[in-house]
């Protein structure tokens, strides 16, 4: 895209400042920060940097936001894209590649929606490749005024650069989220001095002042030079020193009175032009703007034509004319829904006419924000729910509460969780009774820890008693809620109760649910029923012919397979990975994180080691740091020999556990152990040993192939000459499970060894 251009006066330190910046090293990523009050000329120092970091080679990826532009979706990335993405677009991976495609409306949005982390990771890819050609900078004015979606993006793709990219805003004096993912450099641009103003002045409107006027003028703007420029603009050319200066006080004033000088016709179709931020000529004539009926506004320098649109010249010209719009507001939002195409920008100039509660508006809200989450805008489609909620009549009751629930949901789902949770909080407060309250409780419980959700669900439980599918949803998720607190027997009957439920209510979506929770539960402690809840969850996804739920049940089986059966528990996780690898990254770091652990079991090092990286690097990028990711690259690790590679995962795993779930399972405790044993530190393998049988004992693990360190258990106590507690742990071992005998998790020579000793 093109941007306002500007001459630079007076800027002689700023500019300097600037040049050091794009002179220094570009190895990693770093901002340079323009502050200041508006109208001070921070676009033009903007636009000068800019304009520098092309002459030193960068590629240079601008966006100017307008403020009407703030509530969309991608718009800032499109301009920053514009023109360069089909370089580079044919290199990124099938998923990330849709997710762009479908956020820049270069794709249709069918099927699953578009993860906003597969967009952030697009963006992050689309940076870097770019970057590996040339030095990138990505400027953007007016900061503030950037749709939180892009926003969002930029910032996780920033974070997350070790490239040669550079940032270069300006903004007004708040803070922006881009700047907390960078380092930045900050440089408050201030007023001219008299001598700039002069210059400045003289180069713009062409001609002279008296100092006694140039004085005053400084005095009255303040050295702020669009300030000066406006007040000079109504200046005759005979000022009398000694009176008063005949213009406004204010600079918003003066804007005002420029303004009120046009057309009448011409103020409307700028009107239009400040409510859609920089429109195309033929969108306003679709509104019933005259061709011609902007040249007013064109030389009189308050827009000016850019490539087919309309653009003001400063923002400020914009917000005045909107802020002073008033009753007028409405019709011109009014005029705007009826010209967009875009459902969800129709929607939302729908909501700025409404006066009042209007239930054909809110679902119309509904559906744009619907569509706004299939585009991976999820701000976007949290600002809109939650607009629809606001216009819901309260008389429909039912709406109000279903559109409460969305709209917490979508806010969460962009991460806004104190928003999402105030929400939730509100209708609680709303529903004293029966199953509306055990909705917002359920709700609440989704925004809470695993502690603190228990007890919600439990009161959610007991408010739930006239709706069977509700209850269903509770159960589930009190049986994942409650493993830790309850320990896995106890979360059990809390999943057997769901799929109890879910059968009366007939609901094939809850069955999988309920099913999948008695899979993974049941395949911990050693459920006899495990395989039949595995194949009845298969049964019922593919008779939904629905190939998401296929994928889901097919893990299950998996669970059930475990290392009992190697070669079918791979043939089913190879089969996930081919079938998501191009189109759903998380999916297939889910596969290949099975993969890693199946490979392992079987022997095979160098496999399992590669799969366990290709998945963590997977997870990682897209910022999903969670304990078990770390798991199989410890444990492969200590097996070949690279301990602190492996203490450093195992380490790192313990810590995430606690951090996120204020717990931590055996199979975290157990690796450290092994790294331990593998260390040659049998007494801190010892304790960590210990430590994995304790909480395995609470949690009620008693499915043999989960403990697969028990054979590591019992070899460090033998070697510590400890044989009456080896044989103790290998009976115990034993006992859990009538074929433990027969398990290849504690060979028969470590049976013998400890037994013959004993």
């Known amino acids: 895209?093109?941007?306002?251009?500007?001459?630079?006066?007076?800027?002689?330190?700023?500019?300097?400042?600037?040049?050091?910046?794009?002179?220094?090293?570009?190895?990693?990523?770093?901002?340079?920060?323009?502050?200041?009050?508006?109208?001070?000329?921070?676009?033009?120092?903007?636009?000068?940097?800019?304009?520098m970091a092309r002459e030193r080679g960068f590629v240079a990826l601008v966006a100017c936001p307008a403020q009407a532009e703030r509530g969309l979706a991608h718009v800032g990335l499109g301009d920053l894209f514009d023109g360069v993405l089909d370089d580079v677009i044919g290199e990124l991976s099938p998923p990330r590649r849709r997710a762009l495609e479908v956020a820049l409306l270069r794709d249709d949005a069918a099927g699953d929606a578009t993860d906003d982390r597969a967009l952030a990771v697009a963006v992050h890819d689309v940076l870097n490749l770019l970057s590996k050609r040339k030095p990138v900078v990505v400027g953007i004015d007016d900061v503030q005024w950037l749709d939180r979606s892009s926003a969002s993006a930029l910032a996780f793709a920033l974070r997350r650069l070790g490239a040669a990219v550079r940032l270069v805003v300006a903004r007004r004096l708040e803070p922006s989220e881009l700047e907390q993912s960078v380092d930045v450099e900050r440089l408050r641009v201030g007023p001219l001095s008299v001598g700039a103003l002069h210059r400045l002045l003289h180069n713009r409107l062409g001609r002279p002042f008296a100092r006694q006027t140039l004085l005053r003028i400084h005095e009255r703007s303040g050295g702020n030079p669009f300030f000066a420029l406006e007040l000079a603009r109504v200046l005759g050319e005979d000022v009398d020193p000694l009176e008063p200066l005949p213009v406004p006080e204010t600079l918003e004033e003066l804007l005002r009175a420029r303004l009120a000088g046009l057309p009448a016709t011409t103020r409307d179709a700028l009107a239009l032009a400040s409510a859609l931020g920089a429109p195309s000529e033929s969108l306003l004539e679709r509104a019933g703007v005259a061709p011609h009926a902007l040249?007013?506004?064109?030389?009189?320098?308050?827009?000016?034509?850019?490539?087919?649109?309309?653009?003001?010249?400063?923002?400020?010209?914009?917000?005045?004319?909107?802020?002073?719009?008033?009753a007028e507001r409405k019709v011109v939002h009014e005029r705007v829904a009826a010209i967009v195409s875009d459902p969800a920008v129709r929607a939302r100039h729908l909501a700025l006419a409404a006066e009042k509660p209007d239930a054909a508006i809110a679902a119309a809200l509904d559906d744009a924000s619907a569509i706004a989450a299939v585009r991976g805008a999820s701000a976007s489609a949290a600002e809109l729910a939650?607009?629809?909620?606001?216009?819901?009549?309260?008389?429909?009751?039912?709406?109000?509460?279903?559109?409460?629930?969305?709209?917490?949901?979508?806010?969460?789902?962009?991460?806004?969780?104190?928003?999402?949770?105030?929400?939730?909080?509100?209708?609680?407060?709303?529903?004293?009774?029966?199953?509306?309250?055990?909705?917002?409780?359920?709700?609440?419980?989704e925004l809470e820890g695993l502690g603190r959700a228990v007890p919600l669900l439990e009161e959610a439980l007991h408010e739930a008693t006239s709706r069977p599918a509700l209850q269903a949803a509770i159960q589930c998720r009190l049986a994942w809620s409650a493993r830790f607190a309850k320990g896995f027997d106890g979360a059990l009957e809390h999943a057997r109760a769901s799929l109890q439920l879910a059968d009366a209510a007939d609901d094939d979506a809850l069955r999988l649910d309920a099913l999948e929770m008695l899979t993974f539960l049941g395949s911990a402690v050693g459920d006899p029923q495990v395989t039949t809840y595995a194949e009845r969850a298969h049964d019922i996804a593919v008779a939904t012919g629905d190939a998401r739920l296929i994928r889901r049940a097919r893990l299950s089986v998996v669970e059930t397979l475990g290392n009992n059966d190697l070669d079918g528990a791979r043939q089913l996780l190879e089969r996930e990975y081919e079938e998501t690898h191009r189109r759903d990254d998380l999916s297939a770091a889910q596969a290949l994180h099975g993969l890693a652990w199946l490979e392992l079991w079987a022997g095979r090092w160098e496999l399992a080691?590669?799969?366990?990286?290709?998945?963590?690097?997977?997870?990682?990028?897209?910022?999903l740091e969670v304990p078990w990711v770390h798991l199989p690259i410890a444990v492969v690790a200590a097996h070949r020999g690279r301990l602190e590679l492996a203490r450093e995962h195992s380490e790192r795993s313990l810590k995430l556990g606690e951090e996120q779930f204020g717990q931590h399972t055996p199979v975290h405790v157990g690796t450290l152990?092994?790294?331990?044993?593998?260390?040659?530190?049998?007494?801190?393998?010892?304790?960590?040993?210990?430590e994995a049988e304790g909480v395995t004992t609470r949690l009620g693990w008693h499915e043999a192939g989960r403990r697969w360190w028990v054979a590591d258990h019992v070899e460090v106590l033998l070697a510590l000459d400890r044989v009456d507690?080896?044989?103790?742990?290998?009976?115990?071992?034993?006992?859990?499970?009538?074929?433990?005998r027969e398990h290849h998790t504690l060979p028969r020579p470590r049976r013998g060894r400890a037994r013959g000793r004993h």
Not at 24 to 35: M, N, Q
Not at 298 to 320: C, D, K, N, Y
Not at 390 to 406: C, D, K, M
């Open 1 to 51: 895209m093109t941007v306002m251009t500007g001459e630079v006066v007076g800027r002689e330190r700023e500019l300097q400042f600037v040049g050091a910046f794009f002179d220094g090293s570009i190895e990693s990523p770093a901002g340079l920060v323009l502050e200041g009050e508006p109208g001070i000329g921070k676009s033009t120092l903007w636009l000068a940097a800019v304009t």
């Open 295 to 326: 040249d007013p506004a064109v030389e009189a320098h308050v827009v000016e034509r850019e490539s087919g649109a309309i653009r003001f010249t400063h923002p400020l010209l914009s917000s005045v004319l909107y802020n002073d719009l008033g």
């Open 386 to 445: 939650e607009a629809a909620l606001r216009l819901t009549p309260s008389r429909e009751v039912g709406e109000r509460h279903r559109r409460a629930l969305a709209a917490a949901r979508a806010h969460r789902a962009s991460g806004e969780w104190t928003r999402a949770r105030t929400i939730a909080i509100d209708l609680l407060e709303q529903s004293r009774l029966g199953a509306l309250r055990a909705d917002a409780l359920l709700l609440l419980a």
């Open 609 to 623: 080691a590669e799969y366990a990286e290709r998945s963590y690097d997977l997870m990682t990028q897209y910022g």
């Open 673 to 690: 152990g092994f790294v331990a044993m593998q260390s040659g530190d049998p007494q801190t393998a010892l304790r960590w040993f210990a």
């Open 725 to 740: 507690d080896a044989v103790r742990v290998l009976e115990s071992w034993e006992s859990e499970r009538p074929d433990a």
